[in-house]
């Protein structure tokens, strides 16, 4: 078969013709999608990140901006002896080689505690609510003892005196009273120290006696 007629057969041929361009479309499409994930990643173009620790976030992105790069604050923690919007951490960590673009994701100290809700305490035992309480953070605690029948009830959580509704916020580890049940009841009445003499006893002396039925105090007359 003479050149002249290998070609006629391969162009000629619908089927073949169609594979060559396949493959041929299937070659440039590889080699266009390289060439453009190259420009993409921009290749070779690494950035190396700075030391953000301490800065306030418009310093950090002013430095970043300067390196194509820019913050993301993802969480503020409170801490009370630290500078309000400083930073405390950053990913990725200084020295680390990114791409220009890249997003530095950082954690700064918020300007005021975080809020936290109490949750109803009533009737829990002192030992109970004490554990939920540290759970949560509030490990400054003071006890409260107020009488009754009972011992070692939580009767109320105080906060800088004022009690507490169930779920209220307040800031996160801050000082709380429990007003817990002491489990001591006066055996007597009193009032300022003075007791109370019960109807149907009269007083002679320290002693207290039944008053006798239909006797006439005579002082009256």
């Known amino acids: 078969m003479s050149k002249k007629q290998t070609k006629k057969f391969i162009f000629g041929n619908s089927i073949l013709k169609n594979l060559l361009i396949i493959i041929v479309s299937g070659l440039l499409l590889i080699l266009l999608a390289l060439f453009f ?11 190396v990140v700075p030391a953000l620790e301490g800065l306030q976030v418009e310093e950090a992105n002013t430095i970043l901006k300067s390196k194509g790069l820019h913050a993301a604050v993802v969480d503020s923690i409170y801490h009370r002896d630290a500078v309000p919007g400083a930073i405390m951490d950053q990913t990725p960590k200084s020295g680390n080689k990114v791409k220009e673009g890249r997003a530095i994701y950082i954690t700064i100290y918020s300007v005021s505690p975080q809020q936290v809700a109490v949750p109803g305490l009533v009737d829990y035992s002192t030992r109970q609510a004490t554990a939920l309480l540290n759970s949560m953070g509030f490990t400054q605690m003071t006890i409260e003892e107020v009488p009754s029948e009972y011992s070692g009830l939580v009767v109320a959580v105080k906060y800088r005196g004022k009690t507490l509704s169930p779920e209220e916020k307040i800031p996160a580890g801050a000082p709380l009273t429990l007003v817990v049940t002491s489990g001591v009841l006066a055996d007597s009445l ?11 006893q009269i007083e002679h002396g320290n002693n207290m006696q039944p008053a006798d039925e239909g006797e006439i105090d005579n002082s009256f007359f």
């Open 37 to 47: 994930l190259n420009i993409y990643t921009k290749h070779g173009q690494n950035v």
């Open 190 to 200: 009193s009032i300022n120290n003075e007791y109370i003499v019960p109807p149907g």
